[in-house]
């Protein structure tokens, strides 16, 4: 158990929809990362925000935002489903040290 | 960041010793290279990190060279858990520069 919680487990909707993906780092960490994962692809990183504020940006679509809560919890929102949008979901939190703690992630399927 | 490239997949035999490269040829002064593994599924799970020479923990080792341009992890005596997709990063020491994971490399290990 990493202490990264994420929820849904899994989340099943259709194409269009709008989903939030919710996840609560470990404590004291203030770091929270997304990253998608498609059927057997790599992890592509989304965003990166640092207590509260967005640290870093990857390859996300403009469909998905994501922010960062006082209590540093985050929530991913993906709009506009598409088909190809099917994926796992991993949220991550750091220490600072370099190392990522990953949550056991959301598994979305868009129908 | 510095882009790293590992083979797409080994395969080894329990009880065996694997040993997995990762090249970085562009590695900067200050970047460190951090190994994780994840299984299907999962989140990926720190393993080890370092900036030179040698690095061990208790679950595998870590050679870096002196030129640093490669590195390579070493697993003990792998068991069928072992089987896992390793990623090699390279980065500055804190988390949020090493977010590229790449596509890592697939381990099989065979009894």
């Known amino acids: 158990d990493s202490g990264v919680t994420q929820t849904p487990k899994h989340l099943i909707t259709a194409t269009g929809q709008r989903v939030t993906l919710r996840c609560s780092p470990r404590?004291?960490?203030?770091?929270v990362y997304w990253y998608q994962q498609s059927l057997d692809q790599g992890l592509q990183f989304l965003i990166q925000?640092?207590?509260?504020?967005?640290?870093a940006k990857g390859n996300i679509l403009e469909r998905f935002s994501a922010q960062q809560f006082p209590d540093l919890h985050s929530e991913l929102n993906l709009s506009s489903l598409e088909l190809g949008d099917s994926a796992l979901y991993f949220c991550?939190?750091?220490?600072?040290?370099?190392?990522?703690?990953f949550g056991p992630g959301t598994r979305l399927t868009v129908l | 960041l510095a882009k790293t490239t590992q083979p797409i997949s080994m395969d080894s035999y329990e009880g065996q010793e694997v040993n997995i490269t990762c090249s970085h040829n562009?590695?900067?002064?200050?970047?460190?290279i951090t190994w994780y593994q994840q299984f299907p599924s999962q989140g990926p799970r720190f393993i080890i990190q370092?900036?030179?020479t040698k690095v061990t923990n208790e679950v595998a080792s870590l050679f870096i060279p002196a030129d640093r341009k490669s590195s390579t992890l070493s697993l003990p005596r792998v068991s069928l858990s072992d089987t896992a997709v390793y990623y090699c990063?390279?980065?500055?020491?804190?988390?949020?520069?090493?977010?590229?994971f790449g596509g890592g490399t697939r381990l099989m290990v065979k009894p």
């Open positions: 991550a939190s750091s220490t600072n040290r370099g190392e990522q703690f």
């Open positions: 404590s004291g960490d203030l770091s």
């Open positions: 925000y640092y207590n509260g504020e967005e640290r």
């Open positions: 562009n590695i900067a002064t200050n970047d460190y």
């Open positions: 370092g900036y030179k």
């Open positions: 990063l390279v980065g500055p020491y804190n988390a949020g520069n090493m977010l590229t």
